[in-house]
């Protein structure tokens, strides 16, 4: 049952809808045995805070096809200062991100940003297209890529086929649930290791890169800015696909709640990781460049394949575990983070009411988890995914542009507001502009998937007055809701938690 969001006074003021200040009862009304609480607790250290974001940033991309920018700069070191300066504007949102996060101490990233600065319908509309489209969407084209890489050593000489790599895809999506479902603690543990793995990859790329570039292989880099002249609208694409690349500093905000001292660990678990990636990102193009020209790079199916079959010999059959790896710490993350925005949008009221209650055993938020799980197997057997995503990429700009330009609104509409960790202004005022930008490009670059893309955000709006505002609902339907809540907490083992967030 979607449930009337209950509204409360928060410490420094401002719109937040709160828990339910009374303590909830567990399944039959009694405490289970040996619990005190059911709560999510704060598991979150530094290291697996900075796995989480290196985790989710780092998919396939950078191995397979870092294609994009290289294609709309026109030549290599342009292409590289992009990398550059995209790292760094990803840098200034994820700072951003960090003084909201500390002084909004509850988890949900986007969600709960603009639901405390411009109110419930723009936060109910930002969760509706993440729960429906995006997220499903999205984990099902990383684990696409996943179930392909995963197969690949085993169909060297032949193609790969389809219906084998959605068998194992459908297989690692679940493997991906039941590990977030089961163990909070697991779930992060893998993550650190997939990151190590991730890490390791990149270096696997870039040590050789440097041993060529000390033998002095700089034939690509000779007259680096010359080349095809890049277009008017060919760099404004360069930033966005660069942008694309950095996509994933903001997940650990999702998780603020379960983080130890989030108050040091956000800012620095942030500015740890965007120092690696983008350091990363720029040194791998680089390695690549030593051994491959421009226009082979443009050319290759797989840039890291082709790479170390010229330098590292029978180790690049090694490259397609690594990128599955990969991968699958891309699919870990991401459910790991947005299951969080779904429990804590249920927990305000604008989704239903079983998405907010956690295992009483295993302290996970399970029913978030798993409701993930059918959405992305519809997407999976069914469907354009990347169109989907294409209708929907201006979606994810303009929401996080309105997140970060809450704070400006917050400096002045609230300049008591406790802030720990504190940016200068034009750090968020720069990234708000590039996220208006990329809104902007959307629009002049493909103004059909872009306008497909809003019409459906705005079927969020009709939906907000239907499941949230109208509370006459039929006796019938709130029977019927009620009895299925109850059903799945029996099943499920799950009960509300039993105690207050405040800010």
Not at 129 to 137: G, N, S, W
Not at 177 to 195: D, H, K, P, Y
Request: net charge positive; aromatic share 12%.
């Amino acid at each position: 049952m979607v449930r009337k969001a209950v509204a409360s006074t928060i410490s420094n003021g401002g719109y937040l809808q709160g828990s339910v200040n009374t303590r909830l009862s567990s399944l039959g009304g009694k405490e289970p045995p040996g619990q005190e609480k059911v709560v999510l607790k704060r598991k979150i250290s530094l290291l697996r805070g900075i796995s989480i974001i290196i985790g989710t940033i780092i998919g396939a991309g950078i191995f397979i096809s870092p294609k994009g920018v290289l294609q709309n700069t026109g030549s290599v070191g342009l292409s590289l200062v992009v990398w550059t300066v995209c790292g760094v504007l990803s840098l200034f949102g994820a700072l951003s991100y960090a003084e909201l996060g500390t002084t909004m101490r509850k988890s949900g990233g986007h969600y709960t940003y603009i639901l405390e600065v411009f109110g419930p319908l723009p936060a109910f509309v930002r969760v509706w297209v993440e729960l429906l489209i995006i997220r499903p969407a999205a984990t099902a084209v990383i684990s696409l890529a996943f179930g392909r890489y995963i197969l690949e050593p085993f169909f060297i000489q032949c193609e790969i086929p389809e219906l084998a790599v959605k068998l194992i895809t459908a297989v690692g999506i679940t493997v991906v649930m039941v590990l977030n479902g089961m163990s909070v603690s697991w779930s992060a543990r893998i993550q650190i290791f997939l990151t190590f793995c991730k890490l390791t990859a990149i270096l696997i790329i870039i040590v050789p890169g440097v041993m060529q570039l000390i033998k002095g292989q700089t034939q690509h880099f000779k007259d680096a800015f010359s080349g095809r002249d890049a277009s008017i609208m060919g760099l404004p694409l360069a930033f966005y696909y660069g942008m694309y690349a950095y996509a994933g500093w903001f997940y650990l905000n999702f998780v603020t709640e379960e983080v130890e001292n989030p108050e040091k660990t956000i800012p620095l678990a942030i500015c740890i990781s965007m120092a690696v990636v983008t350091i990363g990102y720029v040194l791998t193009n680089v390695a690549y460049f030593t051994t491959i020209s421009a226009e082979e790079l443009l050319l290759s199916e797989a840039v890291a394949v082709t790479f170390s079959e010229r330098l590292l010999g029978n180790f690049s059959v090694a490259v397609p575990i690594f990128v599955a790896l990969s991968c699958f710490g891309s699919m870990n993350g991401g459910v790991f983070a947005v299951s969080r925005l779904f429990y804590v949008a249920s927990r305000e009221g604008h989704l239903p009411e079983i998405l907010s209650m956690i295992h009483i055993r295993k302290h996970t938020p399970l029913p978030a988890v798993i409701v993930l799980h059918p959405l992305t197997m519809v997407m999976l057997f069914s469907g354009d995914l990347y169109s989907l995503l294409n209708f929907l990429s201006f979606a994810r700009w303009l929401f996080i542009g309105l997140a970060v330009a809450g704070l400006i609104y917050l400096r002045y509409k609230r300049p008591d507001m406790h802030r720990p960790f504190k940016v200068p202004l034009f750090i968020p005022a720069l990234f708000s502009f590039t996220c208006l930008f990329m809104v902007a490009l959307s629009l002049y670059s493909d103004p059909f998937s872009t306008g497909i893309g809003f019409i459906i955000t705005l079927t969020g709006v009709p939906a907000y007055y239907l499941f949230i505002i109208w509370d006459k609902k039929p006796r019938w339907f709130r029977r019927m809701s009620d009895i299925t809540t109850r059903t799945l907490q029996i099943i499920l083992e799950v009960v509300p938690e039993e105690d207050c967030h405040k800010l």
